[in-house]
């Protein structure tokens, strides 16, 4: 009967393929452009993508700060100006489009990135209002 469970449940159980995104392709989708990310279905921070691996990101309250980012195998990571501790996520592409997912963290906790553009970020403290 356990086994049974098991392969019913494997034969149900949606499978979600996921590609790494290398750091050329991660360069190409983000340069000059602004990347939503949610988390949970809610918005959870934006980030605009600047030649030479600069970026800033922008909380979900709408204060920004300046960062850098570089990879690490197949890790991306970054660094902001406030925040001593480098952070560093894997970038993948699923079926339903981008994702990244922190080092460390649960495997089903995971940012989804939801929207592209390339305006940049509106700050608070820039004089304008987000």
């Not at 393929?17 to 918005?43: C, M, Q, R, W």
């Not at 600047?50 to 970054?78: A, H, M, P, V």
Request: charged share 25%; net charge negative; hydrophobic share 35%.
């Amino acid at each position: 009967m356990k086994y049974l469970s098991l392969i019913i449940f494997l034969i149900v159980t949606p499978v979600m393929a996921e590609t790494i995104v290398s750091p050329n392709e991660f360069e190409s989708l983000s340069t000059d452009k602004t990347l939503y990310f949610s988390k949970d279905g809610k918005a959870y921070g934006a980030e605009h993508f600047y030649k030479g691996r600069r970026s800033k990101w922008r909380y979900s309250n709408g204060i920004c700060e300046d960062g850098e980012w570089f990879t690490q195998g197949e890790l991306f990571c970054f660094n902001y100006e406030s925040n001593i501790e480098t952070q560093c996520w894997t970038f993948f592409k699923t079926d339903e489009g981008y994702a990244a997912h922190a080092e460390g963290a649960p495997l089903d906790e995971f940012l989804k990135l939801y929207h592209i553009d390339k305006k940049p970020l509106l700050c608070k403290g820039d004089g304008l209002s987000v």
